[in-house]
């Protein structure tokens, strides 16, 4: 089992910037991938982006991308959403998430772990 717990959201307004961050614990964090996944009102779950167990490599949705930036530190068993410029339709619940897989995955059912979420909320 990984257990994820998310921290940093929050209120800001519009063209703002909030960093979240997700500590793993329970098994060797680089044996996942992680993404950031949102969920704002009435919508279904969005994929936002991933990260490859080493680092090196993202992949970001066209929704977000040039304003969140997601990155991890291995020593640390954190990932962490770095979200600037930001926009009311960002408001959300984000969700941190690991997988398995070695592709760079959108889909949800891909990711066997994930966190209790982090509400953000953006005021225009």
């Known amino acids: 089992q990984v257990q994820l717990v998310e921290s940093g959201g929050g209120l800001v307004q519009a063209g703002g910037s909030l960093r979240l961050s997700c500590v793993a614990s329970?098994?060797?964090?680089?044996?996942?991938?992680m993404a950031w996944f949102r969920q704002g009102p009435g919508k279904e779950r969005e994929f936002v982006v991933t990260?490859?167990?080493?680092?090196?490599?993202?992949y970001t949705s066209a929704s977000v991308l040039g304003r969140f930036t997601i990155s991890r530190d291995n020593a640390k068993n954190t990932v962490y959403l770095q979200m600037n410029s930001l926009k009311p339709e960002d408001t959300a619940i984000y969700y941190c998430?690991?997988?398995?897989?070695?592709?760079?995955?959108?889909?949800?059912?891909?990711?066997?772990?994930w966190g209790q979420g982090t509400q953000v909320t953006v005021s225009s």
């Open positions: 998430a690991a997988a398995e897989v070695l592709y760079a995955s959108t889909n949800a059912r891909d990711y066997d772990y």
């Open positions: 329970g098994r060797t964090f680089t044996n996942y991938r």
């Open positions: 990260i490859t167990r080493s680092g090196n490599t993202t």
